[in-house]
Nanobody
């Protein structure tokens, strides 16, 4: 089992920045690829970003490319999502997830999920 706890969400004005963190415990963090997803009210949960076990490979949704950066610190068992130039459409609950199989954009490939952290961007 892997336990994931997100933090860092909040209310920010459009154009502002937030840094989300996801702390993992349980099994060896470096054995898992990590991803961030988000879910806005009334919408499906969607992929945001993913990072490979060693942090070399990253993927981003087109909607956040150039504004968001995913990173990880395996020594601290933590994955981060730096979000810059935030827009009102970025408002959602943000979830981190762990995949023991592969680095992927596919929600179904993730085995463990955190409880989510709310990000609200005001216009």
């Amino acid at each position: 089992q892997v336990q994931l706890v997100e933090s860092g969400g909040g209310l920010v004005q459009a154009g502002g920045s937030l840094r989300l963190s996801c702390a993992a415990s349980g099994r060896t963090f470096s054995h898992y690829s990590m991803g961030w997803f988000r879910q806005a009210p009334g919408k499906e949960r969607e992929f945001v970003a993913a990072i490979s076990r060693g942090g070399v490979t990253t993927y981003y949704a087109d909607s956040v490319k150039g504004r968001f950066t995913i990173s990880r610190d395996n020594a601290k068992s933590t994955v981060y999502l730096q979000m810059n130039s935030l827009k009102p459409e970025d408002t959602a609950v943000y979830y981190c997830a762990a995949s023991g199989i592969m680095t992927t954009t596919m929600r179904s490939r993730y085995d463990y999920w955190g409880q989510g952290t709310q990000v609200t961007v005001s216009s």
